[in-house]
């Protein structure tokens, strides 16, 4: 017996409504550490965008309306822009999520979506895996997912500890071009040796859970 709790699997018009808003940004107030290696003007610009990523307008009354970490996580933080009502995810569960991925670095360029993969229709095709398995997912997705609720919609930042570690790991983005401009990014050795790791491999991600099935 199998149990199903899942939301249409369509994009949800919020998201696309939150990863592509023309309004103007909110942003949120930080601190750069100047004594820190990292104090270049260059940078701390990189650092500043990590913590200045824009939030919607608020989206639903449970909202929180600030980003905080996931307990345990190695450091991956999230805002809640929709709370689901559906069921949680367990360990084991099948999952489909649909999302929008951005480097921190780069001015946040999108390097993939899930509206970018799409069947003989048109239609976009969920991103599906399994929580805790061995399907090579980035830790930092499973973390966030698995503590959200089927319909909930939120943004992750994932610290370069809980994301990509090699170059075959999903979710990955179907252009050639983007893949090799995402990895030359993230796993530049020159930029790594200078100490800008931890602002080239920040992903930032809009999550939206569509679906868990329990076996």
Known sequence: MQSF??????????????????KPPQFLKTQIDHSSPLSSPSLARRSLLISTLFL??????????????????????????????????THGDKVAIHY????????????????????????????????????????GIQIAVKSMRVGGIRRVIIPPSQGYQTTSQQPLPPNFFDRQRLFTTIFNPTRIANGESSTLATLVFDIELISARRP
């Open 56 to 89: 919607p307008h608020p989206v639903a009354s449970k909202a929180a309306d600030v980003f905080y970490e996931i307990e345990g996580s190695g450091g991956v933080k999230v805002l809640e822009l929709r709370v689901g009502g559906g069921a949680s995810p």
């Open 100 to 139: 929008y991925g951005r480097l921190a670095a780069k001015q946040g360029w999108r390097f993939d979506s899930t509206y970018d993969h799409k069947d003989s229709t048109g239609v976009p095709i969920p991103f599906v895996f399994t929580i805790g398995s061995s399907d090579n997912v980035i830790s």
């Open 5 to 22: 709790s899942t939301t249409s699997a369509s994009p949800s018009k919020l998201l696309r409504l939150i990863s592509f808003s023309s």
